[in-house]
């Protein structure tokens, strides 16, 4: 293909100055090849969509007419549904003193900051959240994100360089995954949750002399519901002079005694080095999302970490929306307590009625059915039952693996979980799941 732009006309503002016969042509034929490229685009994005269709994974998105609550109204469906697939743990997206505070922040400190926190987007509610968090996980200090997501991909590229090593959990959350590739670190996958496995890959980044060995991984994993070993992972690091991070994105608020998280729940509170949540879960579920841990950690954060001083400040009506949460959270247990009950009497339940549920007590309770279309099929019918689950296959999990994940909330009352669970009887009835 021919130039367009002659050397000459590159700087020219005014196209009249240089337009002649044979710049004309050549306009008309750039206009042309731009239409082209466009239209690479768009077949590029077609024939890639025609594939996800093919696979079956294509996303649909159903669309909520109400707050998000223990029911819901859905378009489309006659009924209000009962939720069952929010991270709505505690039951606090719609709260009414969750709530009121955003509402009370909106007329104090108005809507939004239009700036990033280093110039003009730092307001008191910033920092009184940052402390409040720092003061619910026992740690020196905090900083905020846009997102959890925005948290973990600041981090690994901010403290470390080609001299140190990053060792991560293979199931481990995608930001996890993106944060780590932006990184120069050495990387080593250890397999999920597997000591012997994460030790051996600790000795290798030993042997190539790594300076910091930062194991990463997530306190709770998503679609299992797993909780990560931490315990022995802080032991496993003490050893070898690592230092953990944990993303307690669905942890915070309601796993361990008191909800601070998995380092309570396997009673190693305060040693796991760095910790990400984010706000956007139990903890009202608005926006936003945090690392807190060391006070020199976070402090070089804040000079280093690209989604931090380059995004927009959290809005304030979140911030403040977030430090009622922790307010809740610090004056009474109960909501975690609820939380746990339910979770307790629906697996209880489940596990009776013949379904099989990946063992243990958190809130995300996967329904194994390895079918693909059997997974999807059994969340329609639940719908039509008025109780809305997700089917989850490959790739979001390991392929033979489908199943309907159930998370629980404290907004869940009993008579919702026996309605629920009456539902997957005749649903798993129906489609020969259990007998
Ligand atoms: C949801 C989630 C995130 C992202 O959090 P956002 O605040 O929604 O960006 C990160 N890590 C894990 C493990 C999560 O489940």
Redesign the pocket.
């Known amino acids: 293909m021919t130039r367009f732009l002659l050397a000459k006309a590159v700087d020219v503002v005014n196209l009249q100055h240089f337009v002649g016969a044979q710049q004309l042509l050549q306009l008309r034929s750039f206009t042309t090849s731009l239409a082209a490229a466009q239209d690479a685009l768009v077949l590029k994005a077609r024939q890639q969509l025609e594939e996800i269709r093919s696979a079956g994974t294509f996303k649909v998105e159903r669309q909520i007419t109400t707050p998000q609550e223990a029911s819901v109204g859905v378009l489309d469906v006659a009924q209000p549904v009962l939720n069952f697939c929010a991270?709505n743990y505690l039951g606090l997206s719609n709260h009414p003193v969750v709530v009121a505070a955003a509402r009370k922040a909106l007329d104090t400190h108005g809507y939004g900051l239009s700036s990033v926190r280093f110039i003009c987007g730092t307001q008191d509610l910033h920092k009184q959240l940052e402390a409040r968090i720092s003061a619910f996980h026992g740690t020196e200090d905090t900083i905020l994100y846009p997102?959890?997501?925005?948290?973990?991909a600041g981090l690994f590229e901010a403290l470390l360089g080609p001299e140190d090593a990053v060792i991560s959990d293979e199931l481990?959350?995608?930001?996890?995954i993106d944060g780590i590739r932006l990184c120069k670190a050495k990387r080593y996958r250890y397999k999920h949750m597997d000591l012997i496995d994460l030790e051996h890959k600790i000795m290798e980044a030993e042997d190539a002399g790594a300076k910091v060995k930062l194991i990463a991984t997530?306190g709770?994993?998503?679609m299992d519901g797993d909780i990560a070993p931490i315990g022995d992972i802080v032991a496993l690091a003490h050893h070898h002079d690592a230092q953990v991070f944990s993303?307690e994105?669905?942890a915070t608020g309601f796993v361990g005694a008191t909800g601070r998280g998995t380092d309570e729940a396997c009673n190693v509170p305060g040693q796991v080095d760095i910790i990400?949540s984010?706000?956007?879960?139990a903890l009202g579920g608005g926006?936003?999302?945090y690392t807190t841990g060391k006070a020199d950690v976070v402090a070089l954060l804040r000079q280093r970490a690209r989604p931090y001083l380059f995004s927009n400040s959290l809005a304030p009506s979140a911030v403040a929306a977030s430090i009622a949460v922790f307010d809740l959270l610090s004056s009474s247990s109960a909501l975690r307590d609820k939380l746990q009950e339910n979770a307790d009497y629906f697996r209880r339940q489940m596990a009776a009625a013949g379904f099989s549920i990946r063992p243990g007590r958190h809130p995300i309770v996967p329904i194994m059915l390895g079918d693909a279309a059997l997974a999807n099929k059994m969340a329609s019918a639940m719908l039509q039952r008025g109780v809305y689950v997700v089917g989850f296959s490959y790739p979001v999990v390991p392929k033979g693996t489908a199943r309907i994940r159930v998370q629980l909330s404290a907004a869940h009352e009993r008579e919702h979980l026996d309605k629920a669970i009456a539902a997957f009887k005749d649903v798993g009835k129906q489609l020969g799941v259990i007998e």
């Open positions: 991270n997102s959890c997501f925005d948290a973990n481990n959350h995608a930001s996890i997530d709770v994993f998503s993303d994105c669905h990400n984010t706000l956007g879960k926006t936003g999302g």
